[in-house]
C-alpha cells in the first residue's frame, strides 16, 4: 500500500463515515491486510452494567476487518457470516483497540479475523468474519 492510499483510506475512515464517528471510534493505523481502529470508552458504549455493550464491541472488530480488506483492494464488501468470542469484561475509562487481519482474499470472499484489547493488553474480544465483495469500488 502506498503512502497516499494509506492517507485517502484513512481519511475515508475517520472523515466519510457517520457510524464511527457517532460511536467515538477511528482508525490509528493501517497497513497491507491490517487495520488498527480505536475506541475510547465512554457513557454511550455502555451496557446497563457498566460494561462494553456487546454490539459495540462487534462493530469495533467489523470496522477493523473491514478496513483491513480495504487496504489490499478498493472494493465494497459485506458481512456475510461472523462469529465473536466475548473473552474478558471492558469498562467505562477503557480504551479499547481492535487489529483486524486479512487471513485469506479470494475472488469474492475475504476472510479476516480481529482480536480486541484493552490499554493493559488484556484480551476483550476474538472475532472472525467472512466477507463478500460487491463488485462496486469504493468512492474515495
Not at 483492494?73 to 483497540?97: C, F, H, K, P, W
Request: charged fraction near 20%.
Amino acid at each position: 500500500m502506498t503512502e497516499a492510499l494509506k492517507k485517502t483510506l484513512l481519511d475515508f475512515s475517520n472523515n466519510k463515515e457517520p457510524f464511527l464517528t457517532h460511536n467515538h471510534m477511528y482508525t490509528a493505523d493501517l497497513s497491507d491486510g491490517c487495520a488498527t481502529v480505536v475506541l475510547p470508552m465512554c457513557e454511550d458504549s455502555l451496557n446497563r452494567w457498566g460494561g462494553a455493550h456487546g454490539g459495540i464491541l462487534f462493530s469495533l472488530c467489523d470496522v477493523a476487518m473491514g478496513m483491513a480488506i480495504m487496504t489490499l483492494r478498493q472494493e465494497m464488501v459485506v458481512t456475510v457470516n461472523a462469529s465473536i468470542d466475548y473473552l474478558a469484561a471492558a469498562s467505562a475509562g477503557s480504551t479499547l483497540t481492535a487489529v483486524g487481519r486479512v487471513d485469506r482474499i479470494g475472488g469474492k470472499l475475504a476472510f479476516c479475523s480481529a482480536e480486541i484489547t484493552d490499554e493493559t493488553g488484556n484480551v476483550v474480544v476474538r472475532s472472525h468474519t467472512v466477507m463478500c465483495f460487491t463488485g462496486k469500488p469504493l468512492e474515495l
